[in-house]
């Protein structure tokens, strides 16, 4: 079980709460049992969302494993110059 | 992923030197070969018709005369770029901006083109084509478009993330916020607050070399295009996409970059140039002239921004919060949200919040700039953190120390910070000489933080070993800032052999697997990783080629400084043998030598950097000089130092142009006024002093060496920096960019009067 903080925005498709607790041992399950339990997620994650891990930010690695107790912050898919 | 990115520590042979970049002669002698410079056997002109209106609907558009004209052998409008997007919301939008479809919604839009035998009878073709606007009223500024009465460019728009959907549709696409804590309760145990109003005016990267391409599409359904960009991998699936392609068939070369800075990190006529090539049957050169740059590819956004801070008198920050408006142009798009993530982003603070709109205006489509959307959110905080430090009567630079964010720091935007640079480019400004230079009259010093994230992506590498011992390094992202050197550099590294035998370059897209563009300051950081992880490939292959030829088991050979060592005493007669002797053998023991990569580089370190800066003003004209900058940045690895502290000339040369003079003038009837450099007017070598800089090396634990981005954390600070100095320099606060002198002199006649 991890908890995942959600960005402002992305709370508010997801019944409104910054904090959940989810049984998920990757990006990959994370993202699927949130839009299960929140279908309006579905199109953010198609347009991208990153993980941020204890503070390091990922964007595509869908397999990364997220540890008992790490901090999971959830944020918006950045575009670079 | 089968490989270990994390830090290992090691000391360096080649990485952290400074050699000649691989790519220099070519491009002081004029070999180097941009994206005008390709041609094709039989190519046509390609030339675009554009809106002068910046908003009206397209009732009709009549080509048949240009059709006509002797020389013409394709004339196309949106009818030939079909809507192939399936719903992708961002790639209509890419396409409508390729080719009006509804409605011209900026000043520039393209509406239809034209492929001719020559120059001067496309331009005649282009006369000849009669377009019927009807012309709607229009807003180019950004609060004004805020506003519930202002024109409506899309009445399909509705905020998303609100609470609930509006009643009405408006030009501001979207609401996001960020932040923790309870910004009322940190501002009610405020000793002092600061609230202030700030603007900035839209600018362009301005990259010297135009938009350019060359496009060719076969009858069998395969294509080439030639093209200047930042991702050509990206530029394929784009333009596959909106024409109805296969990618694989589509080959698209890179050419040299004369710049890109974000701005070409999507198609703007490549797609256009392809359809004409289809229609007419022959390669078509489509290369947009400077007017057509600047009215018509993706500058940054305006932004209207309002910040509040509160801090005790002990100094300590109490709360911060700031409300970002950006413009996006006429299409979606996400920059406030990410000036809303990067504002406050270089402290500590236990009451935050960060709220920003995207707002569409009759303006170019906004598109990536450098660190996009932060080096605005800087200069409203930083200005607000320097005038706090005054109230409080604090040190600006000690003021920032006591409220910088730490390790283990939550960030303004959520996570928690790993290992970060902030403190020690602060503290080293601070024992800085040029803090302690002595200022003359009309002079005033700023200073000011800035922080990026910095990101990676996917990335393909191939290592090929020639039987001469010499290396081939085939990447696919573009050179942007002298990567084929930093990355020959890490091979060279990594396989222990001489820089001189690694010669790098960009493969076309049949040659290698896909990448992600060359965006983000993710160039060397990615692409480093996967030729240090396809040189421990080739290492594995070496390894047993020299087993091969020893006749031992592979597990006895280990490779130590470019050589296979045979290890144990029972091989104590045997000679180590070099990469070359490997490779000389390498036809009778298996065949060619090479390593592969294809791998995401996540974990990319953010990047910090402090910016001191002194300015002349002279106030009777109001012109300002700046005479003397130091740029200190935390580089992670400095891979190549000479080109790591170029990016840092780059960036600070380009944020004194920002802040300045440089800005997009529009006129009552929404046409831009000032569309070619003579009248914006970016920074030359002689309005900038020697930009000093200092490598900080704090290591990214992501990255095998420690790199970090470097490319945009130094545009973040220098609106800031020179603010702070233009204001220190006048006595009064400046809060509008770019400071020019006419803007200088009313901020100092408002003053005057009170």
Redesign the interface.
């Known amino acids: 079980m991890v908890e995942v903080?959600l960005?402002?925005?992305l709370s508010?498709v997801a019944g409104?709460k910054a904090k959940h607790e989810i049984e998920a041992k990757d990006i990959r399950e994370l993202f699927r049992k949130l839009a299960e339990q929140y279908p309006g997620i579905e199109p953010w994650i198609d347009?991208g969302i990153a993980v941020?891990i204890?503070?390091?930010?990922?964007?595509?690695?869908w397999?990364?494993e997220l540890p008992e107790g790490a901090?999971i912050?959830l944020?918006?898919r950045?575009?670079?110059? | 992923?089968n490989f270990d990115p994390r830090y290992s520590g090691r000391n360096f042979s080649s990485v952290g030197t400074r050699p000649v970049r691989p790519d220099g002669v070519d491009k002081v002698t004029g070999r180097a070969r941009y994206g005008a410079d390709f041609n094709m056997a039989g190519q046509l002109v390609g030339r675009i018709l554009r809106s002068p209106h910046a908003h009206a609907v397209i009732k009709s558009i009549d080509t048949s005369k240009a059709e006509k004209l002797a020389g013409v052998k394709a004339v196309i409008t949106a009818k030939d770029l079909p809507d192939l997007t399936d719903g992708d919301a961002?790639m209509y939008d890419i396409l409508d901006n390729c080719m009006a479809r509804k409605k011209a919604l900026y000043d520039g839009h393209a509406v239809a083109a034209v492929a001719a035998i020559d120059a001067r009878t496309a331009r005649q073709a282009l006369k000849l084509i009669e377009v019927d606007y009807e012309v709607l009223p229009h807003v180019t500024d950004v609060d004004e478009a805020a506003q519930h009465h202002a024109p409506l460019i899309n009445d399909q728009v509705y905020t998303?993330?609100?609470?609930e959907k509006p009643a009405k549709p408006s030009n501001v696409t979207?609401?996001?916020?960020?932040?923790h804590g309870d910004v009322h309760k940190g501002f009610a145990e405020a000793d002092f607050i600061v609230e202030r109003s700030f603007k900035t005016e839209q600018t362009h990267?301005g990259y010297i070399e135009p938009h350019a391409c060359v496009a060719s599409v076969n009858p069998d359904g395969t294509a080439e295009l030639w093209v200047c960009t930042q991702g050509h991998f990206v530029y394929r699936q784009h333009c596959a996409q909106l024409l109805g392609l296969e990618a694989s068939k589509l080959r698209v070369t890179s050419s040299e970059i004369g710049g890109g800075?974000?701005?070409k990190?999507h198609v703007w006529a490549e797609p256009v140039a392809l359809a004409l090539s289809r229609k007419a049957g022959r390669p078509v050169k489509l290369v947009m002239t400077r007017d057509e740059v600047f009215r018509a590819s993706g500058p940054t956004s305006a932004t209207s921004i309002d910040v509040k801070i509160g801090a005790r008198k002990d100094g300590t920050i109490t709360a911060a919060e700031a409300t970002l408006r950006y413009s996006c142009g006429p299409y979606a798009g996400?920059w406030a949200?990410?000036g809303a993530?990067t504002a406050f982003a270089c402290y500590k603070l236990e009451n935050v919040k960060t709220v920003g709109y995207e707002v569409l205006v009759n303006r170019p489509k906004t598109a990536?700039?450098?660190?996009?959307s932060a080096p605005m959110a800087a200069f409203a905080v930083e200005s607000a953190v320097d005038e706090l430090a005054k109230e409080l009567g604090m040190d600006a630079v000690d003021f920032r120390i006591k409220n910088a964010a730490q390790e283990g720091t939550r960030?303004s935007?959520?996570?928690?910070?790993?290992p970060i640079g902030i403190g020690p480019t602060l503290e080293a400004v601070k024992s800085h000489p040029h803090m302690k230079a002595p200022l003359k009259a009309n002079q005033g010093r700023g200073m000011a933080c800035g922080f990026w994230?910095?990101?990676?992506?996917?990335t393909c590498t191939d290592l090929n070993i020639g039987m001469d011992g010499t290396v081939s390094l085939a990447v696919g992202t573009v050179d942007v800032g002298g990567s084929r050197a930093s990355l020959s550099l890490v091979a060279a590294e990594e396989l222990g052999i001489d820089y001189s035998n690694v010669k790098a370059i960009v493969a076309d897209t049949s040659s290698l697997g896909y990448n992600d563009m060359t965006?983000?300051?993710?160039g060397t950081f990615s692409s480093s990783m996967a030729t240090i992880s396809a040189a421990r490939n080739a290492i594995k292959i070496l390894k047993d080629r020299a087993a091969q030829m020893w006749d031992i088991p592979v597990e006895d050979v280990t490779w130590e400084k470019g050589h296979a060592i045979a290890k144990g005493e029972k091989y104590g007669n045997l000679s180590p043998l070099s990469l070359k002797d490997i490779a000389a053998k390498s036809g009778t023991t298996g065949g060619p030598i090479a390593g592969h990569s294809e791998l995401?580089a996540?974990?990319?370190g953010v990047s910090f950097a402090t910016h001191i800066c002194d300015v002349e003003v002279d106030p009777e004209t109001g012109s300002t000089r700046v005479i003397r900058y130091t740029v200190v940045q935390d580089a992670g690895k400095a891979v190549h130092p000479t080109y790591v502290e170029g990016q840092y000339q780059g960036g600070a040369a380009q944020g004194i142009g920002w802040a300045l003079n440089e800005e997009y003038i529009y006129g009552k009837d929404g046409r831009l006024q000032n569309a070619g450099f003579l009248d914006y007017r970016i920074p030359v070598c002689s309005d900038l002093p020697m930009i000093d800089t200092q490598i900080l090396e704090i290591p990214n634990?992501?990255h095998p060496y420690g790199v970090r981005g470097v490319?945009?954390t130094s545009i973040v600070p220098p609106l800031a920096a020179i603010a702070n100095a233009v204001s220190n320099a006048v006595g009064v606060r400046m809060t509008h960019i770019p400071m020019s002198p006419p803007r200088i002199l009313a901020a100092l006649e408002a003053e005057r009067e009170g």
Do not use: H
């Open positions: 903080t960005w402002g925005s508010a409104g347009r941020a204890d503070g390091t930010i990922y964007r595509d690695t397999s990364k901090e912050f944020l918006p950045l575009a670079g110059g | 992923m961002a998303e993330g609100l609470e979207k609401r996001t916020q960020f932040g990267q800075f974000g701005g990190t996400s949200e990410i993530m990536a700039y450098r660190a996009p960030s935007y959520g996570p928690i910070y790993g994230f910095n990101f990676g992506g996917q965006d983000g300051s993710r995401v996540d974990g990319a634990p992501n490319g945009e």
